[in-house]
């Protein structure tokens, strides 16, 4: 049966070339740590299982200890010219955009096609893992479509991704990280602690005003936080979970991912979300810092209300 | 009540600009001891979620597919598709750059725009010009506002669509969060859930745009 760990190797395999990549590359002066990063990683996909818990918990410290010294830089793989890639764009026009489609619809066609496919009785493909075993497949096809199309050097889809990843850093790992907060928080116990104390300040019985508290929640917290995906471990757990869907039984699927969307209109209307708010009010050169922020707060606020009846309508 | 301390350390690791992922494993770290366990069987059940939860981080599979086709001018032939749209006012102009990232987003290719590849360079300039060209000389106050809806509606469009593309950071971590909460849920089953929100904000969105076309036709008649 084909699973998770088919798509992890895959992924291993690129973060171990990542590694490998960033060791020889003399344009990063921090090449020691990227390589150190990303080998961890390859580690963790290749051998996670095999680590034990406190390996994994000690994997997990040295990635965060190369990430707290600032140990990672930005390698700089040889790529085309600016000029180059201007007059291929003309060239190739739109068919660029065919190879990048293939992923999701190959995904997306495996989840719904191959859920019955079988061998001698069993599933050939796991099928709580579908749609991302789908994914690897979309990758690997697109992948060698456009070689075959471009034929660019052999190591150009690694050396390109190695250049993408570089410029994400160690923010690749955050989402994975915060997961994985959540994971602890359910442990310990805190979403209970939390929804008992909101529990008593939301009207009895109220599924509308339980809905708000989590949409509206889940707002205020990305927008002191700066991140919904950070705010989304703590706010679910503290009022989506123990009171929207255990309370009052809402669907999990739509509660969560409407409340991820909710933060998203607080991510609008934050000045600690500098990246999206500030950094392009810095780029055009906008007198007030906060221009772009009062440009959305109008778009974010009637969104969250939408949201809030969204979430009401459709997740009961 | 001790458990909640790992809440406190994340808003104030945020707040003080710390490295997220330090604040984020402090954060485990303290309420796992706070809950009563000891440090190694935290660092252990902090490890076992991090493993558990690595199909989160799947996602950069995808990098190599998409730094390839932007070797081979991607990013370029997004701008060309941009800069060739023909439309009159600040409004419209800005309702199809929405529509166009938000589809784009959509099907997991968020990244090929954004403020620096694609607002600046292209986006803000076509709005000054369509802006200019329908009502005359702007002041600098005009000019920054419609510079500003320029760079939201770049916002608007890739938040309330990379979410529809199922294997996108944030529906997986939704899928991770829940998982550990012993509730299984398929990608697919969270990103259809983003298309209602899709739309509502295409709407919102599209219509404050058009609002903003009749307060510049407005400004420029009253300076007449």
């Not at chain 2, 950071?169 to 929100?197: D, H, Q, R």
Request: glycine share 12%; aromatic share 6%.
């Amino acid at each position: 049966m084909i699973g998770l760990p088919f798509v992890y190797t895959i992924a291993g395999l690129m973060f171990a070339a990542f590694a490998g990549l960033s060791a020889v590359d003399r344009s990063n002066r921090k090449r020691v740590g990227n390589a150190a990063f990303w080998g961890l990683m390859a580690v963790s996909f290749l051998a996670g299982d095999a680590l034990g818990d406190l390996g994994n918990g000690l994997l997990v410290l040295g990635l965060v200890a190369l990430a707290g010294i600032g140990a990672l830089g930005r390698g700089a793989p040889v790529t085309t010219t600016i000029e180059g890639r201007r007059a291929e764009a003309g060239a190739r026009g739109n068919r660029l955009f065919i190879p990048a489609l293939i992923i999701p619809l190959t995904a997306l066609a495996g989840t719904l096609l191959l859920a019955d496919i079988g061998v001698g009785g069993a599933p050939l493909i796991d099928p709580k893992q579908l749609t991302l075993v789908s994914l690897g497949f979309g990758v690997l096809i697109a992948l060698a479509a456009a070689m075959a199309w471009l034929r660019p050097p052999a190591l150009a889809p690694l050396q390109e991704g190695r250049r993408l990843i570089d410029s994400v850093g160690w923010a690749a790992v955050l989402p994975q990280m915060l997961a994985a907060l959540g994971a602890v928080f359910a442990l310990a116990g805190v979403g209970a602690v939390v929804g008992d104390l909101v529990g008593g300040v939301i009207p009895d019985g109220s599924r509308l005003a339980a809905v708000a508290a989590y949409t509206v929640g889940m707002a205020l917290f990305t927008m002191v936080m700066g991140n919904a995906f950070a705010a989304f471990p703590v706010m679910t757990a503290a009022v989506g979970l123990p009171l929207v869907v255990r309370q009052f039984g809402g669907d999990p699927a739509i509660v969560a991912a409407i409340g991820m969307l909710a933060g998203f209109c607080g991510t609008l209307m934050t000045p600690m979300a500098a990246n999206f708010n500030i950094v392009p009010a810095a780029l055009l050169d906008l007198k007030d810092r906060n221009g772009v922020i009062k440009a959305q707060i109008g778009t974010a606020l009637p969104l969250l209300v939408a949201n809030t009846l969204l979430m009401y309508g459709l997740a009961f | 009540m001790l458990v909640l301390s790992g809440i406190a350390v994340v808003v104030v690791g945020f707040l003080l600009r710390l490295n997220p992922l330090l604040v984020v494993t402090v954060a485990a770290l303290v309420t796992g001891l706070a809950g009563g366990l000891d440090l190694p069987t935290v660092i252990a059940a902090f490890g076992k979620a991090f493993n558990d939860n690595r199909y989160v981080s799947i996602i950069w599979i995808v990098l190599p597919v998409i730094g390839l086709l932007e070797r081979h001018g991607l990013q370029e032939r997004a701008r060309q598709v941009i800069g060739g749209v023909k439309a009159a006012t600040v409004g419209r102009l800005l309702i199809v750059y929405l529509l166009f990232r938000q589809v784009t987003a959509a099907i997991g290719l968020h990244s090929i725009a954004g403020h620096a590849q694609t607002v600046r360079p292209l986006v803000a300039p076509m709005t000054e010009a369509a802006a200019e060209n329908k009502h005359g000389d702007i002041d600098a106050d005009t000019r920054d506002e419609v510079k500003a809806y320029a760079a939201a509606t770049d916002n608007v469009g890739v938040f309330f669509g990379e979410d529809i593309f199922i294997a996108m950071s944030s529906i997986l971590l939704i899928k991770g969060f829940l998982e550990s909460n012993g509730i299984i849920v398929t990608p697919l089953s969270l990103s259809v859930w983003a298309i209602p929100t899709a739309i509502v904000a295409f709407v919102i969105h599209g219509f404050r745009l058009l609002l903003l076309d009749r307060k510049l036709a407005h400004g420029a008649k009253a300076a007449r």
